[in-house]
């Protein structure tokens, strides 16, 4: 098939519309309700695409379709045209309007507590009508999300592997450290407690099958130590910080969301082996828009400040809790 076939006029933006419209609908009949047109219309809208690709891109099946695996490739681009296309036809209504727009930013745990709040109060700050949207999961729901043109980019940890669509900007790097309330019996001592000394107080840990909980397993088996026999596994922040001002508990965080915190407390035992890349992550087939090229300017100038805040801070803390 040559490059050319899908724009030499015959692909039009209605044919996009359909077969996304197809895929999140599951069947003809419902995608034609959706979209308020006759199934015949889905029906001979959707030959058209496939006789132009020459593909199949559903597999028709008793109860509704499926995509192919030409489908599901088609989609996938299908979904990032009409979500470019969404975003200029905002940006004009916008730029008509005098405003920016809006920003959709996905974030999970690291960078959500000191880089993502700084960044959207310096961007308020300089565009005071500009609309953030933030939006919390799990990384892989947001990763899905900013496929799908949900979300204009995502803040937290960087992963070690992303899908060739998307790519990763690191803005600092943040040690995770164990973290207890101010007051705790475990800061009582003169030494910095060795991680044995921590294992008969209650903890919170990562959910498993997340990163965090993988290297906190990876750190007690080095050291030969069996996980704390008294654990609550959580991954929300509400819960998790409430456990940890009103209860013994110790818990793993990143850096910065206990340093920023008067009712909690550093350890100085250490996690060398655990250290967090925080950056973004964004499509590469989507410029990004005015409002969000706004935003990631601003979380490049705070990354930069908690990069030059995290080397002082650990070149402090030798002295400091020695």
Not at 4 to 14: H, P, Q, T
Not at 43 to 51: P, Q
Not at 94 to 104: A, D, H, K, P
Request: glycine share 6%; net charge neutral.
């Amino acid at each position: 098939m040559s490059s050319e076939r899908l724009l030499d006029g015959r692909l039009k933006v209605r044919h996009l519309v359909l077969v996304t419209a197809i895929a999140d609908e599951g069947t003809l009949v419902r995608a034609a309700e959706s979209l308020h047109i006759t199934q015949p219309v889905v029906t001979r809208a959707l030959r058209e695409v496939e006789d132009l690709l020459g593909v199949p891109l559903f597999e028709r099946r008793p109860r509704g379709v499926v995509p192919t695996r030409y489908g599901q490739s088609f989609i996938d681009r299908a979904r990032s045209v009409l979500a470019e296309l969404r975003a200029a036809d905002e940006e004009m209504r916008l730029m008509q309007t005098g405003q920016l727009g809006t920003v959709t930013v996905g974030t999970h745990l690291a960078g959500s507590n000191l880089l993502l709040p700084r960044a959207i109060a310096a961007l308020k700050a300089e565009h005071p009508r500009l609309t953030v949207v933030v939006r919390e999961s799990t990384p892989d729901m947001l990763q899905q999300l900013l496929l799908a043109g949900d979300l204009d980019l995502t803040v937290g940890r960087l992963s070690p592997t992303v899908p060739v669509r998307l790519e990763q900007e690191r803005l600092h790097h943040e040690p995770i450290r164990l973290v207890a309330r101010e007051g705790h019996p475990v800061h009582d001592g003169h030494r910095a407690p060795a991680l044995a000394d921590l294992i008969a107080y209650p903890w919170i840990f990562p959910v498993a099958q997340t990163a965090l909980r993988a290297e906190l397993e990876a750190v007690f088996f080095h050291e030969g130590l069996p996980l704390p026999a008294d654990r609550v596994e959580c991954t929300s922040m509400l819960t998790l910080r409430n456990l940890l001002v009103s209860t013994d508990v110790i818990a793993a965080l990143p850096m910065f969301i206990a340093v920023d915190d008067r009712d909690l407390r550093i350890l100085a035992t250490p996690l060398s082996s655990i250290r967090r890349a925080v950056g973004v992550t964004m499509p590469k087939d989507r410029t990004p828009s005015a409002a969000a090229a706004a935003l990631l300017g601003h979380l490049r100038e705070e990354g930069a400040r908690l990069a030059e805040f995290e080397r002082e801070f650990t070149a402090r803390e030798p002295r400091t809790i020695g």
